[in-house]
């Protein structure tokens, strides 16, 4: 592989030489970028404007050729390709976990030359909020290997219904039974932790024939729903937010390599916190007992109106507020991401979503020119509101920060305060080996086959193990 | 083969006789030439000159066998696309499970002898896994024989709309594992579902099968023999078709019992098919990947993580390609065997009743 990229590099090098050397003035092309992206509607949008709006400076007739990936396969299918080395992809929408497993294997390029050569490129990096840009571009986690370019940023928000919330009926009876105003604004539901978040589970479960904001239901209603599902990262973007908001941590990388597994992933705090995520689940709809209640799952369950509020990503909130898609589009409303209360302060920490832009290594000369002019267009201002005007988000702090940028979608003011929380999970080439064990243990606690002690000794006992012999922990 | 046709010509011994239709030297340049080039240059070259030796032995036995073997002419496109698509990965991977490699590391293969093989035999893990797929393939394979089976005699008589009938009840064998997958899911989904809420008619609470690990082995189990069913029924069905009338009548007039109709007629002619069903159905069963990875992911926790779920987890998600390999070997090892040692007791059995 190596010797192949240096090859590349040889014939690169000599291109451009004898180019110089011929000085012919350079002739538009054809330019194909092909690219694998996940299937959603972020993805489906930048495929639109690039191709009603797109101009290469270049001159060049670039084409964007992309493949569309639903997510549950997306890894799977990209990872194949990848090592299968039929070098398919001049680019990819990457998740940021992925960026050590594909880095090491000699498939993502670093940019940081790119970036050095051009002071436009190093100009919109510097304006990005710095959560975004560590977690979606650098490879070790936080230091100034830059791989990535932020495509779709991404972060949980809290979807409630207004219906339910602010029914006269509902507020009396919550504030006789708790003695609490139940949250209608946004503003006043931004307001609330999580012991407020298991009153509204406790409080809105009911069942069919009983009423619900005036109404006799025709099925069984919950209040609450997160993710705890079992397939992919379903459990663990949801429970990094609770150990991290309790003051404890997941195996931290940045302290590779005396940094342990041990002591930490299973520390007292990292106990509590997994004992709260699963107290709450005992309010949410019975598929959370089957390790079957993923993103798409709360999804559907909270666009079907059988939750009062739902947890889960922006990048699904479009179809939420879509009366095609959603029997709740009109009294969806959006606040920030419940947090720990801690010393009176709301403690917010979560994992951040979302993905890069990457460049392949094998992709030659004029297709890095266009890739790297490509991603300059989608990061322009003018490009990034657009997006954002159509559901989007953009890290870029001199277009969240536009008051424009908050009248876009109703989510969006949970955009910037939600930011400066955002942290991310690891990043190293054995992630999904310790995303798959951890994700098997979880799904034990929230299916009740055992406690949150157990389940996170287990976890600590084989990262500690397998960190240790891929050399991320040393003694 | 050639000595009708090759004359024999000088002291040279015909092995080494520079002629276009010499296949044997020719072969041998090229694992030599193919041998040289794997060492001394780069993949990138190496690979063509490899490519291109083998061309010209295939040319040189070609040319051999032109105007003389069209039979062997005929099938040599369907072996060498066979050998290309087929034997050759299969030697390649045999290869690769006695070296240390990872497809996405840019590492070369380090040779490790037979430590993957003792590595996975020793694996605890390994071994749950390997228990788990057996309490599913005895679970679904007994289930599809019985139901199967007695589909296959309700379907031998005659009754009103029976080809229509029979025609969807064969409708599950023919969806994808994908489609049956989803609609299982959806199935037993204690909100939406159709199992839940018949439940819920009786009991008033959701019904959540897929909470415990009985609960998502029978989800499993039923799912597939849902699916698979009607695969032996078929079989099963075309065994009683078989069976002459005159024996029943023959039968009929001893007035013999519908038991010993049974066991004296219908069986005999049905059981080498029924062992055949079997035989398809155990093989397919121990592979047992799709339905699992839909319904449970393996879950709750890895309790219904069957051995070709691990296995997926191990070559595709984390890359480790030699325990892969190995993996597959062993199970392709235990495939055979099994088929093996299950073929020698039919034999055994088939020559009892005939001495």
Same mark, same amino acid.
């Given at each position: 592989m190596k010797l192949r990229i240096r090859l590349t590099l040889m014939t690169a090098g000599a291109a451009v030489v004898a180019g110089l050397g011929g000085a012919v003035p350079a002739l538009a092309e054809d330019v194909t970028l092909s690219m694998a992206v996940p299937d959603w509607p972020p993805t489906r949008i930048m495929k639109d404007l690039f191709d009603k709006n797109y101009k290469a400076p270049s001159g060049n007739t670039v084409k964007l050729d992309i493949d569309f990936i639903p997510w549950p396969d997306y890894y799977t299918r990209l990872n194949t390709s990848l090592t299968s080395g039929e *070098?398919?992809?001049? /680019?990819a929408v990457s998740d940021s976990q992925w960026l050590g497993a594909f880095i090491e294997a000699g498939y993502y390029r670093k940019i940081n030359d790119l970036i050095d050569a051009d002071p436009d490129l190093k100009a919109t990096l510097a304006d990005m909020h710095p959560a975004p840009l560590q977690a979606y571009a650098t490879y070790p986690y936080k230091s100034d290997n830059y791989y990535g370019f932020p495509q779709m940023p991404d972060i949980y928000v809290n979807y409630y219904r207004t219906d339910v919330f602010c029914n006269e009926e509902e507020q009396k009876n919550f504030m006789a039974k708790y003695n609490e105003k139940l949250p209608c604004s946004p503003e006043e539901m931004d307001a609330i932790d999580w012991d407020m978040y298991e009153k509204f589970g406790e409080f809105f479960m009911r069942k069919k024939g009983e009423m619900l904001a005036g109404k006799v239901l025709d099925d069984d209603f919950y209040g609450i729903a997160y993710q705890a599902g079992k397939a992919y990262d379903f459990s663990t973007m949801q429970i990094n937010a609770f150990i991290w908001q309790y003051g404890g941590n997941i195996?931290?990388?940045?302290?590779?390599?005396?940094?342990?597994?041990?002591?930490? +992933? *299973?520390s007292p705090e990292a106990v509590k916190a997994l004992e709260h995520y699963l107290k709450l689940t005992?309010? /949410?709809?019975?598929? +959370?007992k089957t390790g079957g209640m993923d993103i798409f799952k709360t999804d559907e369950l909270f666009r079907e109106g059988k939750v009062a509020s739902n947890i889960e990503w922006?990048?699904?909130?479009e179809s939420s507020i879509n009366p095609e898609t959603s029997k709740v589009a009109d009294v969806v409303a959006f606040a920030q991401a419940p947090g720990l209360k801690v010393d009176g302060e709301i403690v917010r920490w979560a994992n951040i979503g979302g993905q890069p832009f990457v460049i392949m290594t094998w992709a030659n000369d004029t297709q890095i020119k266009e890739a790297v002019d490509f991603v300059k267009w989608w990061l322009s201002p003018e490009v990034q509101h657009q997006f954002a005007a159509q559901g989007g988000q953009s890290a870029i702090k001199s277009v969240y920060e536009d008051?424009? !940028?908050?009248? !876009? #979608?109703?989510? *969006? #003011?949970t955009w910037a305060p939600g930011l400066d929380w955002q942290k991310d999970t690891w990043h190293i080439p054995e992630f999904f080996e310790l995303l798959v064990q951890g994700q098997e243990q979880y799904d034990l606690a929230i299916t009740g086959k055992q406690d949150a002690k157990t389940t996170l000794d287990n976890i600590a006992a084989f990262q500690e193990d397998l960190l240790s012999e891929a050399g991320h922990i040393e003694d | 083969m050639t000595t009708d046709t090759v004359p024999v010509s000088g002291?040279?011994?015909?092995? %080494?006789? %520079?002629? $276009?239709? &010499?296949w044997p030297l020719a072969i041998i340049l090229a694992v030599v030439i193919s041998i040289a080039a794997i060492a001394l240059l780069p993949p990138e070259i190496s690979f063509w000159v490899a490519l291109a030796a083998c061309i010209l032995a295939a040319g040189s036995a070609v040319y051999n066998a032109w105007g003389r073997y069209k039979g062997g002419l005929l099938v040599a496109p369907a072996i060498a696309l066979l050998f290309i698509m087929n034997i050759f990965p299969l030697m390649w991977s045999l290869g690769l499970s006695f070296f240390s490699y990872r $497809? &996405?590391? $840019?590492r070369a293969p380090v040779f490790v002898g037979l430590d993957n093989y003792a590595d996975i035999l020793t694996d605890p893990v390994v071994w749950e896994r390997l228990q788990t797929t057996a309490v599913l393939v005895v679970l679904t394979v007994t289930v599809q024989m019985v139901v199967g089976f007695l589909l296959a005699f309700l379907f031998a008589k005659q009754f009103p709309l029976r080809r229509y009938l029979l025609i969807l009840v064969l409708t599950p064998m023919m969806l994808s594992y994908v489609a049956v997958g989803a609609f299982f899911r959806y199935y037993y989904e204690?909100?939406?579902g159709l199992l839940s809420q018949f439940v819920r008619l009786f009991t008033g609470e959701p019904y959540i %099968? %897929?909470?415990s690990t009985e609960g998502a082995m029978a989800g499993i189990v039923f799912a597939d023999a849902w699916m698979w069913s009607p695969f032996v029924m078929l079989l099963v069905l075309a065994g009683l078709v078989s069976v002459p009338k005159y024996l029943y009548e023959a039968a009929a007039i001893d007035r013999a019992s519908f038991w010993r109709k049974f066991t004296s007629i219908t069986f005999p002619y049905i059981r080498g098919l029924l062992m055949l069903a079997l035989l398809f159905r155990t093989i397919e069963a121990f592979k047992l990947f799709d339905i699992v990875f839909l319904l449970t992911e393996g879950g709750p926790g890895t309790s219904t993580e069957t051995v070709s779920l691990y296995l997926f987890r191990q070559a595709i998600?984390? &890359?480790?390609t030699s325990d892969s390999t190995t993996i597959s070997y062993i199970l392709l090892f235990t495939v055979i065997v099994l088929t093996n040692l299950y073929l020698y007791f039919v034999n055994r059995r088939a020559r009892e009743t005939q001495s």
């Open positions: *070098n398919k992809y001049t /680019m195996w931290d990388e940045t302290q590779a390599p005396t940094g342990h597994a041990e002591g930490v +992933v *299973n005992q309010y /949410m709809p019975p598929v +959370v922006i990048g699904f909130a008051p424009k !940028y908050v009248t !876009y #979608r109703p989510w *969006n #003011r | 002291g040279l011994p015909r092995l %080494l006789e %520079l002629r $276009a239709d &010499n $497809a &996405n590391r $840019a204690p909100t939406f %099968l %897929l909470q998600q984390f &890359n480790k």
